[in-house]
Nanobody, 124 residues
């Protein structure tokens, strides 16, 4: 089992900044892709950004130039630096990881894991 724990959400004013972190734990062999998604009330969960193990990144158009995704492979930790925040960024932000893990029996198994979510609220 791979667990993801987000931290760093909270309240910010428009134009402000917040930084999210996501720590992964478990018998992780590799995490090919890690990403951030967000879900506003009454809306579907959408991709914010993702990053590969090699460092390639992809961003939603709505956050390009304002948000930066990064990862520390040695610490199995994912980050999202959010600058120039807007009220429309208000949502629950979820961390996601896709990779391979070692099972209790020693097998290699693919996994997809989600964090519990972190609330980000931006006031105008």
């Amino acid at each position: 089992q791979v667990q993801l724990v987000e931290s760093g959400g909270g309240l910010a004013q428009a134009g402000g900044s917040l930084r999210l972190s996501c720590a992964a734990s478990g018998s992780i062999l590799s995490m090919h892709v890690m990403g951030w998604y967000r879900q506003a009330p009454g809306k579907q969960r959408d991709l914010v950004a993702h990053i590969t193990s090699g460092g390639s990144t992809n961003y939603a158009d709505s956050v390009k130039g304002r948000f930066t995704i990064s990862r520390d492979n040695a610490k199995n930790t994912l980050y999202l630096q959010m600058n120039s925040l807007k009220p429309e960024d208000t949502a629950v932000y979820f961390c996601n990881a896709v990779g391979q893990m070692r099972t209790r029996l020693g097998w290699t198994q693919d996994f997809t894991s989600w964090g519990q979510g972190a609330q980000v609220t931006v006031s105008s």
